[in-house]
């Protein structure tokens, strides 16, 4: 069991605790996520927005996904860590697996937008791969 798990921003501004476990994980390289985290991909698990207490004053910089919709990235404005992601579902929040306070946990279930991954990442990992969105999403 993960649940309940903590996590925050470098600086410590920003901490966060959710009560349950995540609803999905994965890692994304789409290129959004590529500057976003200035790496090869984001890693992030996804989980209800209502069971996640949020303390300090997190930013949010929206860009449009290539579905249409806003996609919402919160950082820590003094530290600059990446912390959160709103998706088009406003029931659910994601959140960067490297912010949590033991990331060892974490294991993705799948790749997102691997078309667009990079020569140089890594990815001889045993789960799916999507070269967009996963079908039905
Ligand atoms: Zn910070
Ligand atoms: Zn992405």
């Not at 691997?114 to 789960?127: G, I, L, R, T």
């Amino acid at each position: 069991m993960t649940a309940p798990f903590t996590g925050g921003c470098m600086c410590k501004a920003i901490r966060y605790e959710c009560s349950v476990e995540p609803i999905g994980m994965g890692i994304c390289y789409c290129r959004d996520c590529q500057k976003a985290t200035g790496s090869a991909f984001a890693s992030a698990l996804v989980v209800p927005r209502n069971r996640i207490t949020i303390t300090g004053e997190v930013k949010y910089y929206g860009v449009r996904g290539d579905s249409g919709n806003l996609v919402n990235r919160g950082f820590c404005p003094h530290c600059g860590s990446r912390l959160f992601g709103t998706p088009a579902n406003p029931d659910l929040i994601s959140i960067q697996a490297g912010s949590l306070d033991d990331p060892s946990w974490f294991k993705p279930q799948a790749a997102i937008y691997a078309a667009s991954a990079q020569p140089w990442s890594c990815m001889n990992f045993d789960f799916p791969k999507f070269p967009k969105m996963p079908p039905g999403k």
